[in-house]
Nanobody, 116 residues
Framework: QVQLVESGGGLVQAGGSLRLSCAAS????????MGWYRQAPGKQRELVAR???????IYADSIKGRFTISRDNAENTVNLQMNSLKPEDTAVYYC??????????RGQGTQVTVSS
């Protein structure tokens, strides 16, 4: 099993920045990729960004150029630096980890609210 704990959400004005962090514990040796989903009220869950153990990254088109994902394999953490935030970025952000056996683990989520 993999346990994930997110931190760093909050309220920010449009144009501001936030940094989300996620710490993994448990079967961390089995983790292949880590990243972030988000879900806004009434909307489908969206993959925001993901990074593999080899540092390959993917980003949603909606956040390219504004968000940056990074990973510290030694500390078993993944971070999401969010700049130039927009009201439409408001959502609950969930850290996730994909293990080598194909399972996906998810944290409890952290709220990000961007005011206009």
């Amino acid at each position: 099993q993999v346990q994930l704990v997110e931190s760093g959400g909050g309220l920010v004005q449009a144009g501001g920045s936030l940094r989300l962090s996620c710490a993994a514990s448990g079967s961390i040796f089995n983790i292949n990729a880590m990243g972030w989903y988000r879900q806004a009220p009434g909307k489908q869950r969206e993959l925001v960004a993901r990074i593999t153990s080899g540092s390959s990254t993917i980003y949603a088109d909606s956040i390219k150029g504004r968000f940056t994902i990074s990973r510290d394999n030694a500390e078993n953490t993944v971070n999401l630096q969010m700049n130039s935030l927009k009201p439409e970025d408001t959502a609950v952000y969930y850290c996730h980890a994909v293990t080598k056996d194909g399972l996906t683990w998810r944290g409890q989520g952290t709220q990000v609210t961007v005011s206009s």
